[in-house]
């Protein structure tokens, strides 16, 4: 980021929110994913029932950038609920004390984008630092694929660390889960 970087506008959105800027996130995303929209997983419909399951829960929350008027990213994710099946996909030995869930412990961070003509300038870690501002949950998890090199790589200088690998779906990649610790 330099001196002249434009400074996005950030707000916040609840659930109902979410259902108003449909078209313009799902636009964000199928310009993000484009080259994996094929596979079913990653299709545009399974991408907007994820998002509403998402709206669903409580602690949802996201923010979305905009500059000029236009979406240039945004970050969303909720509160495990008890007994969350988040870690049920878990397929490392760790210690299962991490795994418990309470409704209270973890903040889970399901989506950061930004649209790549808005890349490199820091609007992620602003995203991520808008979400997670005064969150009340101990700690935030999140699923990365393994070859996402910038993602991994900002996450690592955003101090969160690995768990261990993670299917979330019967359909979905193998991710690496990573944790942060909010407190
Ligand atoms: C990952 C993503 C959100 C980063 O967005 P961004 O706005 O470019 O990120 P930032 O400018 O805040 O960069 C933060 C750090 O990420 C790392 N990073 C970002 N892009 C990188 C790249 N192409 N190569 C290596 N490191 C990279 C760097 O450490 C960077 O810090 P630096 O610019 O000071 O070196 C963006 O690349 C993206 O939308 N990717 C597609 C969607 C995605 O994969 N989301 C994450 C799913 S888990």
Sequence with gaps: MTA?????????LNATELHQYRDELLAVYTEVYAEQLDTPFFSVPRY?????????RDGFSAVVGRLDNQLIG?????TLPPGSRWWSGLRDDVDPALLVEDGR???ALNEIMVREAFRRR????????????????????????????PARSAYLSWNWYGLGELQPFNDAPVYDAMLLDLE
């Design 4 to 12: 002249s970087t434009p400074i996005p506008t950030f707000d916040r």
């Design 48 to 56: 907007w029932d994820r998002l509403v399951a998402y709206a669903s």
């Design 74 to 78: 945004y970050a969303l994710g909720y």
């Design 105 to 107: 412990r973890t903040f």
């Design 122 to 149: 820091g609007y992620a870690r602003q995203l991520h630092d808008a979400l997670l501002a005064g969150r009340s949950e101990e700690r935030a998890t999140l699923l990365v694929l393994p070859n996402n090199a």
